[in-house]
């Protein structure tokens, strides 16, 4: 059974950082497109990060600079390293692998980042 389980979301001030982690099992998480959604309420969901099989990474406009998606083959997780938060960083962020080849496709359940003083 493939289980995507994401953690470190929480509340943070403005400009503060968070690292999120999704923890993969029953998948080897290097042999799939990973990436990160994040869905704000009353918002379409959202690709944030990408990080390729072949470690090619591809991030939207508005988190370049500030976020950082990673891939820890010997823990099997993805992280996403969020630095410079803002408010409009405030969504439930989800982890997504995909094997388009395959018709493979997995999300985690998503963790709330709230970005607010």
């Known amino acids: 059974q493939v289980q995507l389980v994401e953690s470190g979301g929480g509340l943070v001030q403005p400009g503060g950082s968070l690292r999120l982690s999704c923890a993969a099992s029953g998948i080897p998480l290097s042999i799939y497109t990973m990436n990160w959604y994040r869905q704000a309420p009353g918002k379409q969901r959202e690709l944030v990060a990408t990080?390729?099989?072949?470690?090619?990474?591809n991030y939207t406009d508005s988190v370049k600079g500030r976020f950082t998606i990673s891939r820890d083959n010997a823990k099997n997780t993805v992280n996403l390293q969020m630095n410079s938060l803002k408010p409009e960083d405030t969504a439930v962020y989800l982890c997504n692998a995909v094997r388009s080849r395959f018709n493979q496709y997995y999300w985690g359940q998503g963790t709330q980042v709230t970005v607010s003083s």
């Open positions: 990080f390729t099989s072949d470690y090619r990474t």
